[in-house]
């Protein structure tokens, strides 16, 4: 299968503080890669580094073959791109939004309408499609930013912490829609702080921490290299990233 | 009611005020509530001085008309500065983000209403003390001059409690417009926001009316006969204090001392009723009609002027939000703004020449103010939401067309309206009509891609209580660039009209002139343009995130 995402030797300085570092991996296309670290590891910076929004410093991406530094447009076409909190046009209802965002990837005018009225629909937001944004929910916030990064049908979707503020009947939505999307061809990078959700969709995992790639792979591969094969996927995790000592941190905070 | 929580709350809403009008958060020693009394102590002491050394260089005989007026100025002191403190309060509310006020940590804290209300207002009426102290310090020179150092003292003590009653007022505002606007909303829907548009127009319209300097001295003149009349109105009652203790009632002067302050105390205690009633503003659900298959945008007349479908839907999306957001509006109602008080400052000019300058004053003015701000706050209203732009498949150019376009047009409704309207009023021959109509339609679009161009060069994404969109430099460096290019387009007709002998001497008519003028402001469009469009290519290629 071919590579979706190729990342070789990345690296992204702001100022004197290195958020990636020496970064290489790819992805093939069709899987649901997660991205897990700590907060502060180089996940959104890494996001935003594949949409063509931050340059790198030095190193290179390719998405399906084209640079998003030197081609960002036709990138951007195949892209669907949810950030961490997703700030929307509060002043805009969310089918204003939706339409909006159509528009501005040139979706056909009965397709946009079709597909605007089937992720209202989904994601629960009918008979709310009408209200200004302002008035919303984060998770419902989400939802419309997710709607609207599927809108073009992208050929990728990169998610940031996309469950975040969901309440469960949405996340359950988010997750099958991810697997179903895979189903489908399109490739799927999203970070998450659940890693039991990352355990229970993701065909590959790269593990993230201070901006260097700890590990890589499916989730048996991780822990075959943590040495750890009947442990679940937290203890790999805290192991890897060094964050495993939490009792001390607890007991600080009741003192 | 803790008083230590009032000082400590009164302190951190200063400083918030005081650091977020400071460019990308920097903090200067002048950013300080030290900083602030250094500067209103300067000032008080800077217009003492000014006001005293010119009376002292008067001969008392002369000044016998300023002593008169002395006493009516030091009597309206109380309600000049409670009439600033609602001006500036009224501004205040009006650009806060609604979003923000609801968010607020401080809504979440142990604090009452009560410490609120007093930080906040202690906190506002030190934040524009230094109009107190001007007028003080104004007041001062004259009362030093005639003898009347008592009578100053007492309106200096009316007003530094009127300023604080200012800020009561100015939280019962808040609280009022933040329950009215909620309500409003809910039931109103599409014509809610359109009516709410409108209405801030009002309230800047008559805002900037009332407290145009040239009117207040008109209307304080007209008043001061009356004064006895309306002494059921509150906001008369210490300028009352003020003429009964000089006309030696006593007795009077303390009754209306005692009912001052009974209206002050009032007015505190409304402000934290209202306050413990509507505590959080609540974000606001407003529901938009639409038909049950929905509303959904096709490229239409924009489509016919060239526009592709996604600029198209960036200008219909700003102009949404120039309608839809409270703190958006007030640019709407600049045109307004800003001729309200340059029709005040004219007075009846006989001399042609001064006509038509004033009728280009006020018509490059209205008009080019209007698509500089538009333009200028472009790119900077897009907030955090801004990531939508980048992460589309947007060009620069098309982002560029876009935000360009719509200041332009917008500003080409007043920058036809007004010299025609003015053209009319003035009558103005039909070729200075025409020149004027022409020039400022030029000025439109010069003003645009000046505001273009530090708009995106300088643009402020952050998201503040008042936003400003743009740092106070770009802001700066754009009048003064605006302002040389408006020079030196006009430098012709100027030259026409300040020195007509010479030029008909050397064969240069007004016709001559105003081609000449005309084909400057051509030319200048096209190097402002090329700054305007690569400033944005700029800023589109170097997002490094928000």
Redo the contacts between chains.
């Keep these: 299968m071919a590579d979706a995402v190729k990342i070789a030797a990345l690296v992204k300085d702001?100022g004197n503080t290195r958020a990636i570092d020496n970064l290489s991996f790819s992805i093939a296309e069709g899987q649901v890669f997660g991205l897990l670290g700590p907060n502060g590891s180089g996940k959104s910076?890494l996001m935003?580094m594949m949409?063509g929004?931050?340059?790198p410093t030095s190193g290179s991406i390719s998405i399906f073959n084209d640079d998003p530094q030197k081609n960002?447009?036709?990138v951007?076409?195949t892209?669907g791109?949810v950030?961490e909190t997703?700030?929307?046009?509060?002043?805009?209802?969310a089918?204003?939004y939706l339409?909006?965002?159509a528009?501005?990837?040139?979706v056909p005018?009965d397709a946009?309408?079709e597909r605007?009225?089937h992720f209202l629909e989904a994601f629960d937001l009918k008979g709310r499609?009408?209200?200004?944004i302002?008035?919303y929910s984060q998770g419902m916030r989400q939802k419309v930013a997710i709607a609207?990064a599927l809108m073009h049908k992208p050929k990728l979707l990169i998610m940031d912490e996309p469950l975040n503020g969901l309440d469960p009947r949405s996340a359950k939505i988010v997750k099958d829609l991810l697997n179903k999307l895979a189903t489908d061809g399109i490739t799927v990078i999203f970070s998450t702080h659940v890693l039991e959700i990352a355990q229970a969709i993701c065909n590959r995992v790269a593990i993230i921490y201070k901006g260097a790639l700890l590990s890589e792979g499916n989730i048996g591969d991780l822990k075959q290299m943590a040495g750890m094969p009947g442990s679940s996927l937290e203890e790999v995790f805290l192991k890897l990233t060094g964050t495993d000592d939490v009792r001390a941190v607890v007991e600080e905070l009741l003192r | 009611m803790k008083p230590s929580n009032i000082r400590l709350l009164a302190s951190i809403l200063l400083l918030s005020q005081l650091r977020l009008r400071s460019d990308k958060g920097k903090t200067s020693k002048l950013r300080t509530p030290k900083g602030l009394a250094i500067i209103n102590t300067l000032v008080f002491l800077g217009c003492f001085l000014f006001v005293y050394l010119i009376l002292f260089a008067i001969p008392m005989e002369d000044s016998l008309p300023v002593r008169l007026l002395s006493t009516q100025i030091m009597s309206f002191l109380p309600i000049i500065t409670l009439s600033f403190m609602i001006l500036y309060s009224i501004l205040f509310i009006i650009g806060e983000s609604?979003?923000f006020s609801s968010s607020e940590i401080i809504n979440y804290m142990p604090i009452t209403a009560t410490e609120f209300v007093l930080a906040s207002s202690l906190s506002t009426a030190f934040m524009y003390l230094y109009i107190l102290t001007a007028v003080l310090g104004i007041s001062l020179g004259l009362a030093v001059h005639f003898g009347a150092v008592e009578i100053w003292a007492l309106a200096a003590i009316l007003s530094a409690f009127f300023m604080i009653v200012g800020g009561f007022v100015g939280e019962i505002i808040r609280a009022t417009i933040n329950r009215a606007s909620s309500s409003f909303s809910k039931r109103g829907g599409r014509s809610a926001i359109i009516t709410r548009a409108i209405l801030i127009v009002v309230i800047l319209a008559l805002s900037q009316l009332f407290f145009n300097p040239n009117l207040m001295f008109r209307l304080l003149q007209s008043f001061a006969p009356q004064m006895y009349v309306l002494w059921f109105v509150p906001v008369i009652w210490p300028s009352l204090v003020v003429l009964e203790l000089v006309a030696g009632n006593v007795m009077w002067s303390l009754i209306y001392f005692i009912s001052t302050v009974v209206f002050g105390l009032s007015m505190m205690v409304i402000g934290i009723a209202l306050r413990k009633r509507y505590w959080v503003p609540l974000?606001?659900?407003?529901?938009?009609?639409?038909p049950k298959?929905?509303?959904?945008?096709?490229v239409g007349w924009l489509g016919k002027l060239g526009f592709t479908?996604?600029e198209?839907?960036?200008m219909?999306?700003d102009m949404?939000?120039l309608l839809?957001?409270k703190e958006m509006v007030r640019f709407l109602a600049l045109p307004i703004i800003i001729l309200i008080p340059l029709f005040l400052t004219y007075t009846g000019i006989e001399e042609i020449e001064a006509t038509y300058f004033m009728a280009s004053i006020l018509s490059f003015t209205g008009a080019g103010m209007t698509a500089l701000f538009l333009s200028i706050i472009a790119i900077g209203q897009e907030?955090?939401?801004i990531?939508?732009?980048?992460?589309?498949?947007?060009?620069a150019i098309e982002l560029f067309k876009a935000k360009i376009a719509l200041p332009v047009m917008l500003s080409l409704i007043p920058g036809i309206a007004l010299p025609v309207v003015i053209s009319i009023l003035y009558g103005l021959p039909s070729l200075a009509a025409f020149g004027l109509t022409s020039i400022t339609m030029l000025i439109c679009a010069l003003a645009s891609f000046t505001g273009s161009y530090y708009g995106s060069k300088y643009c402020d994404l952050e998201e503040k209580p008042r936003s400003t969109y743009v740092r106070g430099t770009g802001m700066l460096l754009a009048f003064l660039l605006m302002g040389a290019l408006g020079l030196l387009g006009g430098a012709p007709i100027i030259f026409y009209l300040f020195m007509k002998p010479f030029a008909l001497s050397i064969g240069l008519t007004s016709t001559y002139c105003l081609i000449a003028s005309i084909a400057v402001y051509i030319v200048l469009l096209l190097p402002t343009f090329r700054l305007a469009s690569s400033s944005m290519k700029q800023r589109f290629s170097?997002?490094?995130?928000t």
């Design positions: 702001f910076t935003k949409t929004i931050i340059k960002p447009i036709a951007r076409r892209i791109y950030p997703p700030r929307l046009y509060d002043f805009l209802t089918r204003e339409d909006f965002i528009d501005v990837y040139g005018f946009k309408k605007i009225a499609e009408d209200e200004m302002s008035g609207g | 609604a979003q974000p606001v659900t407003i529901r938009l009609s639409a298959e929905g509303k959904y945008s096709r479908v996604p198209s839907a960036i219909r999306k949404k939000s839809r957001r907030g955090p939401a990531w939508s732009l980048y992460s589309a498949p947007l060009s170097e997002f490094t995130g």
